[in-house]
């Protein structure tokens, strides 16, 4: 009789020979099992001390060289849709498609409504996202990055619409200051995690006295499953959403309205959008 794999391996075998057999294969395997086993804690225990709980951690450098080194990283990046978005150019469009879902939930006339006179796109760089998703909602676009090379090359990839950009500001987030009351959404994609918390937590609320009655920040980003997961290569921090949400509210800002992007690449971070005022 045969009773699968296991009954056809040992059930026509003695104990001894049972023993025997089960010797010389762990004797063949056994040792390679322990090793993979050893280099799976190994780089469980890497992966746990590359994230951090607090950003400070993650600084290995001082401040300044956090901000220049990241500098000289997006200086070398083309400015192209792909260089934008870190060799995935190919998921734009559901990104932008995604984002225009989320934010018409807002926009509008009547009580309550977030107004569609002028916004800010912060960290633009090349115009991926004032192109697409604030140039066809808004009146007038204003762009920050700290890439002049970017903000060089929106000029002409933004095309005839690009005439109703009023500002170019070429400053760091970390020193940008909105004019007061002068938008009625200001977008934060994907550059949140090259500010360190501080900055952070200070520029979120400059943004919110650059709002106008029932404006919007939103913020868009990466989020890691646990910590903070610094990137040396960008000079940059994927933050988890407990700390996002803790700079949020330490900003004197509430979430409005909260969801995950569907539909990107499994390999890739959570990304979350955030509506806040
Ligand atoms: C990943 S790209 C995202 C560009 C754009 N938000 C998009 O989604 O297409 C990051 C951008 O942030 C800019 N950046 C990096 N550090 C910055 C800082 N401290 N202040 C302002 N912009 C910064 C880079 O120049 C680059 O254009």
């Not at 260089?83 to 509008?108: A, E, P, R, V």
Request: proline share 3%; glycine share 10%; hydrophobic share 35%.
């Amino acid at each position: 009789m045969t009773y699968g794999v296991q009954h056809f391996c040992f059930g026509e075998l003695s104990w001894v020979s049972s023993t025997i057999l089960f010797m010389v294969l762990l004797g063949l395997f056994g040792s390679d099992m322990t090793d993979c086993k050893k280099r799976q804690s190994a780089a469980a225990r890497a992966r746990k001390q590359r994230s951090c709980t607090k950003m400070e951690d993650c600084l290995i450098e001082d401040q300044t060289t956090f901000y220049s080194k990241a500098e000289h990283y997006w200086k070398d990046v083309p400015p192209t849709v792909d260089g934008m978005l870190g060799g995935y150019g190919s998921i734009s469009s559901i990104d932008i498609n995604g984002s225009k879902k989320f934010l018409q939930k807002f926009l509008g006339e009547g009580q309550g409504k977030t107004g569609m006179g002028c916004s800010l796109d912060c960290g633009a760089g090349i115009g991926r996202i004032t192109k697409r998703l604030l140039l066809p909602l808004f009146r007038t676009v204003d762009l920050v990055d700290v890439t002049q090379e970017f903000l060089d090359k929106a000029r002409t990839y933004l095309g005839d619409e690009g005439k109703r950009v009023e500002n170019y500001f070429c400053c760091g987030l970390q020193d940008f200051q909105p004019q007061p009351e002068r938008y009625d959404v200001i977008w934060i994609q994907w550059v949140i995690g090259h500010l360190t918390d501080d900055h952070l937590v200070e520029f979120l609320r400059r943004c919110q006295s650059g709002l106008r009655p029932n404006g919007l920040i939103v913020v868009k980003d990466n989020v890691a499953f646990e910590g903070i997961i610094p990137d040396d290569v960008d000079s940059s921090v994927c933050r988890d959403l407990n700390l996002l949400h803790h700079l949020v509210a330490k900003a004197g800002l509430s979430i409005i309205c909260e969801e995950q992007q569907q539909n990107f690449p499994e390999e890739i971070y959570q990304v979350h959008t955030l509506a806040l005022r």
